[in-house]
């Protein structure tokens, strides 16, 4: 099992990036995928997560009505489509899977959002 997160980088705010998972050695449709984040100084919290049968979305109140999550069952992709970016949203961002009760993490991706 692989989880590779791209698409991060430094962005003004107000503006958008879209962060991708690419999954590999399970299917992203068979299992509920989430994205965390993680600031300097803080720990890793949970920002959004769609599950596995009817691919039902949820946000924490942070993020909600700015990100939205998504995935495309034909790339085994997970997306994280991220607008009105904040300062606040600096953070590492990680891609989350749980296989048979197993935990596993991308490497993360940096988004640094400043003017």
């Known amino acids: 099992v692989q989880l590779v997160e791209s698409g991060g980088g430094l962005v003004h705010p107000g503006g958008s990036l879209r962060l991708s998972c690419a999954a590999s050695?399970?299917?992203?449709?068979?299992?509920?995928m989430s994205w965390y984040r993680q600031a300097p100084g803080r720990s890793r919290e949970p920002l959004a997560t769609?599950?596995?049968?009817?691919?039902?979305?949820y946000y924490v109140d942070s993020v909600k009505g700015r990100f939205t999550i998504s995935r495309d069952n034909s790339k085994n992709t997970v997306t994280l489509q991220m607008n009105i970016l904040k300062p606040e949203d600096t953070a590492v961002y990680y891609c989350?899977?749980?296989?048979?009760?197993?935990?596993?993490w991308g490497q993360g991706t940096q988004v640094t959002v400043s003017s």
């Open positions: 989350y899977a749980n296989i048979e009760e197993r935990p596993y």
């Open positions: 050695g399970f299917t992203v449709s068979a299992h509920a």
């Open positions: 769609i599950t596995s049968d009817r691919g039902n979305t």
